[in-house]
């Protein structure tokens, strides 16, 4: 119960960290953090969509290059998801016209979510130390 308050916790803490209305006060490198999550969680939405979608027939798997979205997401300044045009092409397609490797998709879900809590936790102590040269007098 606890991991999963930890969890609802983080989601809340992110959401917030990203809002348009805190983008402004931030420096470069909190930016690029905020684009950093941004990216990690909509590549973590499409590698669900992945496994979701493991035994449909003609489904082609659907990934973000990370350095591309990045870009993407920093040139437009904006809180838009990334578009297709860093979606990485198909790999290995099966006889079903399907190529999605769950165990891969898997391993992908869970390096990203890695990345996306360190960030998270990287973003939040640079808040915080905002926070204590703000309130300090």
Aim: include cysteine; charged fraction near 20%.
């Amino acid at each position: 119960m606890a991991e999963f308050a930890a969890g609802k916790f983080i989601g809340v803490l992110a959401r917030l960290l990203i809002s348009p209305s805190c983008m402004e006060i931030l420096r470069p490198e909190q930016q690029v953090m905020q684009a950093a999550l941004q990216v990690r969680s909509a590549r973590a939405e499409l590698l669900a969509s992945n496994v979701a979608n493991a035994d449909t027939p003609g489904y082609v798997a659907r990934d973000l290059k990370f350095d591309a979205a990045m870009d993407q997401v920093l040139d437009s300044g904006s809180q838009d998801t990334p578009s297709s045009d860093s979606i990485v092409k198909p790999e290995n397609l099966r006889f079903d016209s399907n190529d999605v490797d769950v165990n891969q998709q898997l391993a992908k879900s869970y390096e990203n979510s890695l990345s996306y809590v360190a960030t998270l936790k990287l973003y939040g102590d640079s808040m915080n130390r905002v926070i204590s040269a703000t309130n300090s007098n």
